[in-house]
């Protein structure tokens, strides 16, 4: 009996036994339990692979900014941002402002005319998908009326910049020239002239979309407003501070700074606000209602960059997304007039 016992269970022992020993076999593991764990495998090396990219992302801008702030000091040009006028960086931790501001909204007792009246120079800006950091050089902004006698008519806006290097590839509005347009703002509430509706336009009877190749456009459509592109499409341009020079400066066209916003900064940055969306693969994309622009009437203006530093912070913004632009040595070369 004891005999047969103990052979049942040498028998049993055998049959279920999954570990390496004499006289047995190990079990071959599931086709499942394979699948299973390669997947568990690539989707580990997936995760760590994204984490490595987004570092090596923001390590990369910060190798890109930091070389372009050295050139400015070496070329005269004082665009440091004063950690005192910017205020030190808040950690994300921190509890977020409500965005936007409660008090944030474009100027009412606002001069468009004067406004419009000279060429403007960003001193620092947020890079955006259609002004990347890469074109961050000699950027000029002319806003020229389609009728110079009716305001209320399409703005067209021309930008000019330059690619990589300050005197180098010509860029034009918004760095997206391939689509042959002009870039036009408008003002739908005449009572609200520094709130602008901003996008492409297209005032020609044949429109180049490839450079190459002319579309023909049965109906032209001409310089009025009533039969421009839809305003739904077309994006917001605030401009929520200008003023005159900082005290020594001097004086120029009445204007002589302006903080333009595209649109209200709904996004929540750093305890305070930024424009574009709060996805971040959506920003990467975006092309309408995200940018922050400090511009002055004069290329390079150290004094009134850390004016206008100090009062965007004021007014609710995050100054952290902003990246100084290049315009010492600038000649503006082909720059529109």
């Not at 190798?63 to 005269?76: C, I």
């Not at 739908?188 to 901003?198: E, F, G, H, L, M």
């Amino acid at each position: 009996m004891e005999t047969n016992v103990a052979s049942e269970g040498r028998a049993e022992l055998g049959e279920n036994a999954s570990f390496s020993g004499r006289g047995t076999t190990t079990n071959k593991p599931s086709t499942g339990a394979v699948l299973r764990a390669v997947t568990f495998i690539c989707l580990a090396q997936l995760v760590i692979c994204g984490a490595w990219e987004s570092a090596g992302r923001l390590r990369g801008i910060q190798k890109r900014s930091l070389p372009r702030q050295e050139a400015f000091l070496d070329d005269g040009q004082s665009s440091h941002m004063d950690p005192k006028a910017i205020g030190h960086r808040r950690h994300l931790l921190q509890s977020d402002a409500s965005c936007p501001p409660a008090n944030l909204a474009p100027l009412t007792d606002f001069d468009l005319e004067n406004f419009i009246s000279a060429p403007w120079f960003a001193q620092a800006m947020q890079p955006t998908f259609y002004q990347p950091v890469s074109t961050l050089y000699c950027v000029r902004t002319l806003y020229k009326p389609s009728d110079s006698t009716d305001l209320s008519k399409p703005i067209l806006v021309k930008d000019y910049s330059n690619l990589y290097q300050a005197n180098g590839q010509q860029l034009g509005t918004g760095g997206i020239s391939f689509l042959r347009s002009d870039w036009a703002a408008r003002i739908p509430d005449k009572s609200q002239p520094a709130s602008w509706a901003t996008g492409p336009y297209f005032p020609y009877p044949d429109l180049n979309i490839t450079g190459h190749v002319k579309v023909a456009v049965p109906d032209p459509i001409p310089l009025d407003p009533a039969r421009d592109v839809p305003l739904d499409t077309l994006g917001s341009t605030w401009i929520v501070a200008a003023g005159p020079s900082a005290p020594g400066q001097p004086d120029y066209k009445g204007y002589q700074w302006a903080i333009v916003s595209a649109g209200a900064p709904t996004t929540p940055s750093n305890g305070a606000c930024r424009t574009g969306s709060s996805n971040l693969l959506l920003e990467r994309v975006q092309t309408r209602n995200i940018g922050l622009w400090l511009y002055s009437r004069i290329p390079a203006d150290p004094t009134n960059l850390q004016l206008m530093l100090q009062e965007a912070q004021n007014l609710g913004f995050d100054i952290s997304v902003l990246q100084p632009v290049q315009q010492a040595g600038c000649v503006y070369a082909g720059a529109p007039q």
